[in-house]
């Protein structure tokens, strides 16, 4: 049996400049954090006693003779592209839901495939597994999604991840500072669930659409990403810049897509900046789940009974990418 624990990512900057219709011709740059909230997939092989070879437990339960037969897009995707072929046991739990906006889904990816991976006698690199989920999810299932979300929940820790066309599509930088600047952003932060959003395929495939007329608004952002870098590495520069910084990009974001916001969306951040938040963002493709504010720690309980009736969750930055903690050499064979 195999545990895979993989974490979900924030991501502050840059994002919308990591698909690959953007990032082939003009480049892409996130600055993005993992944390301390997980997706755990459960991997073994199935015993010979059962009438179905493939059983894969989600918030359904499916039970297949043939991996062609299996609903789960990512599961059954992942099985072909490493030719599993043994019956199979997969169970996935996770600390969040889905839909919620923090790559839930490349997450899950990226977990699944390590476990077989793991299961096949294999240690893939972090590098692998990034760019195995990135080939899974936009050639084999073809979902409109970019490559940040897989690269950071393979990878983990807080990094500016770099994207071209080039022969070496990514490149992860991991942010040095120092312990007290690292903790101080930490306890600037501010992580409420807003609800489930629409579809992040459906989200992502209206930006797309829209990448030749946003060009001006998709530079910008990229930028963005060294303007928040010198904030970040300058120890002498007031943190409330960085704030201040995600207060504009999400003015930008909320224009790339009619789909990213809505009035109810709108009006909680409006709640949250009243009560002291310097800048946020709603994370993800947008529509619904998480909110991020950044803001003075004396202003965090202000905040939290502005955002009445929306669940907050504390969460901290974490810096190993996806793990096996758990191998048993020990399982039955027959």
Same mark, same amino acid.
């Given at each position: 049996?195999?545990?895979?624990?993989?974490?979900?990512?924030?991501?502050?900057?840059?994002?919308?400049?990591?698909?690959?219709?953007?990032?082939?011709?003009?480049?892409?740059?996130?600055?993005?954090?993992?944390?301390? !909230?997980?997706?755990?997939?459960?991997? /073994?092989? @199935?015993?010979? =006693? &059962?009438?179905?070879?493939? $059983?894969?437990?989600?918030?359904?339960?499916?039970?297949?003779?043939?991996?062609?037969?299996?609903?789960?897009?990512?599961?059954?995707?992942?099985?072909?592209?490493?030719?599993?072929?043994?019956?199979?046991?997969?169970?996935?739990?996770?600390?969040?839901?889905?839909?919620?906006?923090?790559?839930?889904?490349?997450?899950?990816?990226?977990?699944?495939?390590?476990?077989?991976?793991?299961?096949?006698?294999?240690?893939?690199?972090?590098?692998?597994?990034?760019?195995?989920?990135?080939?899974?999810?936009?050639?084999?299932?073809?979902?409109?999604?970019?490559?940040?979300?897989?690269?950071?929940?393979?990878?983990?820790?807080?990094?500016?991840?770099?994207?071209?066309?080039?022969?070496?599509?990514?490149?992860?930088?991991?942010?040095?500072?120092?312990? !007290?600047?690292?903790?101080?952003?930490? /306890?600037? @932060?501010?992580? =409420? &669930?807003?609800?489930?959003? $629409?579809?992040?395929?459906?989200?992502?495939?209206?930006?797309?659409?829209?990448?030749?007329?946003?060009?001006?608004?998709?530079?910008?952002?990229?930028?963005?990403?060294?303007?928040?870098?010198?904030?970040?590495?300058?120890?002498?520069?007031?943190?409330?810049?960085?704030?201040?910084?995600?207060?504009?990009?999400?003015?930008?974001?909320?224009?790339?897509?009619?789909?990213?916001?809505?009035?109810?969306?709108?009006?909680?951040?409006?709640?949250?900046?009243?009560?002291?938040?310097?800048?946020?963002?709603?994370?993800?493709?947008?529509?619904?789940?998480?909110?991020?504010?950044?803001?003075?720690?004396?202003?965090?309980?202000?905040?939290?009974?502005?955002?009445?009736?929306?669940?907050?969750?504390?969460?901290?930055?974490?810096?190993?990418?996806?793990?096996?903690?758990?191998?048993?050499?020990?399982?039955?064979?027959?």
């Amino acid at each position: 049996m195999i545990i895979c624990r993989t974490p979900f990512r924030i991501s502050f900057f840059g994002g919308g400049t990591d698909y690959p219709v953007w990032y082939r011709k003009h480049g892409g740059s996130v600055l993005s954090t993992s944390i301390d !909230k997980y997706c755990f997939i459960t991997c /073994r092989r @199935m015993p010979p =006693f &059962f009438d179905y070879r493939y $059983r894969i437990r989600y918030f359904r339960d499916e039970r297949v003779s043939r991996i062609d037969e299996i609903q789960h897009a990512s599961v059954r995707e992942c099985c072909r592209y490493l030719d599993v072929d043994e019956g199979i046991e997969i169970v996935h739990n996770a600390d969040l839901p889905a839909r919620s906006g923090l790559g839930s889904s490349s997450t899950f990816t990226v977990g699944l495939l390590h476990a077989l991976h793991t299961l096949k006698q294999a240690i893939p690199t972090k590098r692998q597994l990034a760019l195995q989920a990135i080939h899974v999810e936009q050639e084999m299932i073809g979902e409109n999604v970019g490559s940040q979300d897989q690269t950071a929940a393979a990878f983990g820790g807080f990094n500016r991840i770099d994207f071209s066309g080039g022969k070496q599509p990514i490149v992860v930088s991991p942010i040095v500072m120092s312990s !007290k600047r690292f903790e101080e952003l930490q /306890r600037h @932060m501010m992580l =409420f &669930f807003t609800g489930f959003s $629409r579809n992040a395929s459906d989200i992502a495939g209206e930006q797309i659409k829209n990448t030749r007329q946003n060009k001006i608004d998709l530079t910008t952002m990229h930028t963005l990403v060294d303007e928040a870098l010198k904030i970040l590495l300058d120890s002498g520069t007031d943190l409330m810049e960085f704030g201040r910084l995600l207060h504009e990009q999400w003015r930008i974001k909320r224009t790339i897509s009619t789909l990213i916001t809505n009035s109810e969306i709108d009006a909680i951040y409006e709640r949250g900046r009243q009560a002291g938040g310097i800048g946020g963002k709603l994370l993800g493709a947008g529509g619904g789940g998480f909110m991020l504010f950044f803001a003075k720690p004396e202003d965090h309980q202000r905040i939290k009974e502005a955002m009445s009736g929306l669940l907050h969750v504390p969460f901290k930055f974490e810096d190993l990418g996806s793990q096996i903690i758990y191998y048993s050499r020990h399982d039955q064979q027959f």
